[in-house]
């Protein structure tokens, strides 16, 4: 059985306690967005959110090393697949960092559009005689604006403040939760450039 954790902190971090959060996750989450923060001119933490197909047939290897061509200069990658019956089914969870001096946060994510257009189990929607990939942005909310500062868009990474509200943010794709029904061997990764 993984470890959970059983605190509202990790090293010091505020997280998610609204759900069972696996410590190792949290580990991986943080090292993560500490590599990206130590690494990177200008670290922009991006969250996404993709529909997959409910046969299980995406492989998120192929998405990893799309990632990991795309974004040669650095990155930081974190995702969670999960199964939630009542909403979306079958989706990915992800965070994405990139270097902001290099990339615009709209340019990135019509790039990893692209490419999830072309990966198997990506569902893609008909709406009007136009397809659509089910893949969703996710700004950063007002309320976590007013407090700790920064961009709608992602969390600056070389900020305290915004590294500690989005180590808040990343917990979530450590949650254990919506996991019974996903079939991949691996419900969670990290992995960084």
Do not use: W
């Amino acid at each position: 059985m993984s470890k959970l954790l059983t605190t509202s902190k990790y090293l010091g971090f505020s997280i998610n306690t609204k759900y069972q959060l696996k410590q190792s996750n949290m580990k991986e989450i943080y090292l993560s967005l500490a590599h990206a923060r130590d690494t990177i001119d200008r670290p922009m933490a991006l969250r996404y959110t993709i529909g997959l197909d409910n046969n299980h047939s995406f492989d998120i290897n192929k998405l990893t090393r799309k990632i990991k061509s795309l974004f040669k200069d650095g990155y930081s990658f974190i995702y969670s697949f999960e199964y939630a019956e009542q909403q979306k089914g079958l989706h990915l969870e992800m965070i994405l960092v990139v270097d902001q001096n290099k990339h615009n946060p709209l340019t990135v994510f019509n790039l990893l559009r692209k490419v999830l257009f072309n990966l198997d189990g990506v569902t893609i929607n008909i709406e009007q005689d136009y397809k659509k990939v089910s893949f969703n942005f996710h700004e950063r909310k007002e309320e976590y604006l007013l407090d700790v500062g920064g961009s709608k868009v992602g969390h600056n990474l070389k900020d305290e403040a915004q590294f500690a509200d989005c180590m808040y943010r990343a917990s979530y794709l450590s949650k254990q939760n919506d996991k019974a029904l996903v079939q991949y061997k691996k419900t969670f990764g990290t992995t960084t450039g």
